[in-house]
């Protein structure tokens, strides 16, 4: 009998450092795409990774996201991580400036006075800050509302595609058939075949087929009558087309005897 060895603390502690640095490189993996995210002016990769939890202060290689948008000269973004709690003053780089500290110097190395202004009026302003993050607002409203309305204007040639898509199969499947049975017959699964025949006007049922050539004998001995008599114990389909070819029947019938009366 096996004795179940239990972990010893060393064990115990090899788990725990490769949980951590599991997390750790996790961690540096989500901040790399933040700054990426600022970067690249996405808003929704930011705003995405603020709600699960991701601090706008945290750190890649000496960056913060809120000094890659002070360099990148991005008021918006800056009004932005602002916004979640970045903190502008106590967050130094890998030189020691904070993001504020930065933003002067740019400002002060800019000439002629431009968008670093605009930066360092956001970081020490609260209206403006107020002001660039309402603008901000309205402009990411009006574009997703014209990528709504984009979508909405495309759904009817999506659908008409899908029909037309649909159409095509259908004829090519038909096409098969009817050029093709003995490959159709032993590529398409039985059921496929046989729905096809069923529902299909432009094919018939081997059943079918069989159920009519005998109708088509039968129609010159028997009456309406004994022809549904004799297909009471057929299925719907076949029965559906039995009634069809008596009602055919029984209208060239009465079209002769109205063909003979009018002789006499």
């Known amino acids: 009998c096996c004795s179940s060895r239990k972990p010893t603390r060393r064990n115990r502690c090899a788990y725990t450092n490769s949980a951590a640095s599991l997390a750790t490189i996790t961690m540096e993996v989500v901040t790399f795409r933040v700054i990426q995210a600022v970067q690249k002016q996405d808003f929704d990769t930011v705003a995405d990774a603020m709600k ?103 759904l009817p040639g999506q659908i008409l595609f899908l029909f037309v898509l649909m159409l095509l199969t259908i004829g090519a499947l038909h096409a098969f058939v009817i050029f093709m049975p003995e490959k159709a017959h032993e590529l398409l699964p039985p059921k496929m075949l046989s729905d096809m025949q069923v529902l299909s006007p432009f094919l018939e049922h081997p059943a079918h087929k069989a159920y009519r050539e005998t109708l088509e004998q039968m129609a010159g001995q028997l009456t309406g009558v004994e022809l549904l008599a004799n297909t009471a114990n057929q299925d719907y389909w076949s029965r559906c087309q039995m009634k069809s070819l008596i009602t055919r029947w029984q209208w060239g019938q009465s079209h002769r005897l109205a063909q003979r009366v009018s002789m006499l």
């Open 52 to 154: 699960e939890g991701l601090s706008p202060n945290c750190r890649y290689a000496g960056m913060h996201p809120l000094h890659c948008a002070v360099e990148a000269k991005d008021p918006e973004m800056v009004a932005f991580l602002l916004h979640w709690g970045a903190d502008p003053k106590n967050t130094p780089d890998c030189t020691g400036r904070s993001a504020l500290q930065l933003a002067k110097d740019l400002e002060k190395k800019e000439k002629p006075k431009g968008i670093h202004a605009e930066v360092l009026s956001v970081l020490t302003d609260e209206k403006k800050c107020k002001e660039v993050l309402e603008g901000l607002q309205a402009r990411l409203e009006k574009a997703h509302e014209a990528t709504r309305a984009k979508r909405r204007a495309s």
